[in-house]
């Protein structure tokens, strides 16, 4: 059976580690990503989630740098995105170690970019990072550029067509709850986990370790986890023996494995 | 000899096996030149990719042909990892879409599936840790527990061997998944060693300190 994943996010500005609530409240610095990755390797963290969040020329080439440095000694996957735009971009972040790239603007700008990546580099390659918010009590909407732009686009809606478009797996993040701790939305993560056949990660929100118990209850693949590995005492340690010995399926954890 | 050779056949990412094979103290060579791959003392086949387009780069660059001589008649201990493993199989049916089926190197008996999970819920690619069952022991698996053989797969189609003796592993993905077969000096994975952690370290470090 294949086991459930925790994936600590990164956020990287300028190549620093960084953590806001709701996308742009309250920056954080939360130190060096490599160093940082170090530590959730040591921990046994099932996969990484690096994203650039404010995409630039320069920034582009230390996110592959930083990279190619967590490959070097990090040996588990790793999904990065974050001003992804073409063919190029995706194969620039394959070879500097990344497994998977995320795309999120540019697939819903230009929806056909996804499936020309799909058919060049994979499905599996392929992570569609779908970022949304509620925009009345029973209705949420897709953002796209970091949570700025407002596109109307049902969250569901989109990741079932970026399934079509051949993504080879669906990171669904709610900025309402991004960095608040609040737990995860639940109702999103049920309702797309029933419609979606590729795996759905989740992420924003997680703030106690229930919480990520009710999001891979919910019918998530993966939890994304930043603001609660970065800031309180939940380690990935912790987190994955607690769900380990609820029954959830994870791997052992890496206190058990030698 | 010395050094191992990874095989670059093309639009394929070999930085994380090259940095795992470092990582385990031996010094990796990223060539599709015969003379390389003969000097080596070991060769990895690595894959990410379809499985058409590898097998045509990899005849067009005679690699085929190379890894015939060193790797099934001199016998050189060698290890294919995932769409490496699969082109060791005589067919498979990845984007065949015209129906006719893709010819791979055919070194095992058997033939490259569509995964076809008996629960809808499951879903694909196959991705993430999954365990791996033992069929028999191997000296890749040399000092690994069997409750840590827990591996990263990322795949949508999967061998099926008509030999079971050539299977060493089984994963369960809601049908049996081939998950490590071997033979003589030539084992493969469908799983990615270089990404699954202490598990997949360790494989890989017996296989450069294996001499079949």
């Known amino acids: 059976m294949l086991k459930k994943r925790l994936i600590p996010k990164f956020l990287l500005r300028d190549g620093r580690l960084v953590k806001y609530v709701r996308f742009f409240e309250n920056e954080r610095a939360a130190g060096n990503p490599v160093t940082t990755a170090k530590v959730y390797n040591d921990y046994g963290v099932d996969e990484l989630i690096v994203l650039d969040i404010v995409p630039s020329e320069a920034s582009r080439h230390r996110v592959v740098e930083i990279i190619e440095r967590m490959s070097e000694e990090i040996f588990m996957p790793f999904t990065v995105g974050g001003g992804v735009k073409t063919l190029d971009d995706v194969n620039a972040l394959l070879r500097a170690g990344a497994d998977k790239v995320s795309v999120n603007s540019e697939a819903v700008r230009r929806p056909e970019f996804l499936r020309e990546a799909a058919r060049t580099f994979g499905d599996q390659c392929m992570t569609v990072s779908i970022d949304y918010k509620k925009i009345s009590p029973n209705h949420a909407s897709v953002f796209i550029d970091g949570g700025r732009e407002h596109v109307a686009l049902d969250p569901i809606e989109w990741a079932r067509r970026c399934e079509d478009l051949h993504c080879g797996e669906v990171l669904l993040g709610s900025i309402d709850r991004d960095g608040t701790m609040s737990g995860y939305d639940l109702e999103m993560i049920h309702r797309a986990a029933n419609v979606l056949s590729v795996p759905l990660i989740v992420s924003g929100g997680c703030g106690s370790l229930q919480h990520a118990i009710d999001a891979l209850e919910a019918g998530a693949s993966a939890v994304a986890i930043s603001s609660m590995f970065l800031f309180t005492d939940h380690s990935p340690i912790k987190l994955r023996s607690h769900l380990f010995s609820r029954g959830l399926e994870v791997r052992a954890s890496s206190s058990s494995r030698n | ?212």
Not at chain 2, 36 to 50: E, F, K, R
Not at chain 2, 54 to 64: E, K, Q, T, V
Not at chain 2, 170 to 178: D, I, K, L, P, S
């Open chain 2, 1 to 212: 000899m010395s050094g191992v050779a990874i095989v670059d056949y093309g639009i394929n990412n070999v930085r994380s096996v090259r940095n795992a094979v470092e990582y385990c103290g031996f010094d990796p060579v990223v060539t599709h030149d015969a003379g390389a791959i003969a000097d080596a003392s070991h060769v990895i086949l690595p894959g990410v990719g379809a499985f058409g387009d590898a097998m045509s780069n990899m005849r067009a660059r005679g690699i085929d042909e190379i890894l015939e001589l060193h790797v099934r008649e001199k016998g050189k201990p060698f290890l294919a990892v995932c769409l490496g493993m699969q082109l060791l199989a005589k067919t498979s049916e990845e984007h065949a879409d015209d129906g006719v089926l893709h010819r791979g190197l055919g070194w095992f008996d058997a033939d490259v599936l569509r995964l076809m999970p008996n629960d809808q819920a499951l879903k694909i690619p196959h991705m993430g840790w999954n365990m791996v069952a033992k069929e028999r022991n191997h000296p890749i698996l040399d000092h690994i527990r069997e409750s840590n053989l827990a591996f990263y797969f990322v795949h949508s189609f999967a061998m099926r061997c008509n030999a079971p003796e050539d299977v060493v592993g089984y994963a369960q993905y809601g049908q049996q998944v081939t998950a490590i077969i071997a033979r003589d000096n030539i084992a493969a994975t469908q799983f990615h060693p270089e990404k699954s952690q202490d598990s997949g370290i360790e494989l890989m470090s017996n296989f450069l300190r294996w001499n079949p």
